[in-house]
């Protein structure tokens, strides 16, 4: 038994060590790459150690995208320029695909609900980007530094044992955001999955509420003061003739 833990043990320390060697060799070609002023391509599983590598001053731009969607391509271009302008000031730009299933925990990890998603991290926290998708308004926005927080920004800490970084708590208001984000594309999925479903109670409720106004009619209106049909009907004609009497 002391066998079978002592390899286990071992096996946890290589495995600690070849992830560590694979983070500062991605790291060094990431800096050549942001020397070069090109957005650095990088693997989704390589992600987090590089975070727990990086400086907590950097300023790091991360897209995570997938290669079938047609916003993230009209966004490339952007991207690209965006890292060239950015690389003199020191702001290190990723594309990361995440549309792989390998990609799956990363994207459970940092709250990627769909693509693009650009996330900046620096100082310790990830800032969720809200902004305009433009060159401009991506350069106005690393120009903070620290980068302005935000009620969605998220601190996180680094494992070292583990070379992965742990967010720590969400706060309220990130909580609601996401129960109203899930929410509100369940409904739409829906809509979307039952279009019959979703016309035939928009029928129902107009003829619901045709019924209710004619019942809130018949019971509260005149109707209510008259033994049947015809007594309210001579009732409307005597009221008629009064105002047309007034008029006159």
Request: glycine letters at 4%.
């Amino acid at each position: 038994m002391w066998v079978v833990r002592g390899a286990r043990r071992r096996d946890r320390v290589l495995a600690v060590i070849v992830t560590a060697l694979a983070v500062t060799m991605m790291s060094g070609f990431a800096r050549a790459e942001a020397e070069k002023g090109a957005a650095i391509e990088m693997r989704a599983s390589a992600v987090e150690g590089y975070l727990a590598q990086a400086s907590a001053n950097a300023v790091i731009a991360a897209k995570f995208y997938a290669p079938w969607c047609a916003h993230c391509k009209v966004l490339a271009p952007v991207w690209e320029e965006f890292a060239r302008e950015s690389a003199p000031e020191g702001v290190v730009v990723l594309s990361v695909d995440s549309s792989s299933v390998k990609a799956k925990e990363l994207n459970e990890k940092l709250n990627i609900k769909g693509f693009p998603t650009i996330l900046f991290f620096n100082d310790a926290k990830v800032h969720e980007y809200t902004g305009a998708r433009t060159l401009e308004a991506f350069r106005a926005y690393v120009k903070q530094k620290p980068l302005r927080p935000s009620a969605y920004a998220r601190g996180y800490a680094v494992d070292e044992t583990t070379n992965s970084i742990v967010f720590e708590k969400p706060s309220t208001l990130l909580v609601v955001r996401e129960v109203v984000r899930s929410t509100s594309k369940e409904i739409a999925h829906f809509i979307r999955d039952k279009p019959t479903v979703i016309l035939t109670v928009f029928i129902i409720g107009i003829w619901a509420g045709a019924f209710s106004v004619a019942a809130m009619f018949f019971i509260t209106g005149d109707y209510a003061a008259a033994k049947n049909w015809r007594d309210f009907i001579d009732h409307q004609s005597r009221r008629r003739a009064q105002l047309d009497k007034k008029s006159n």
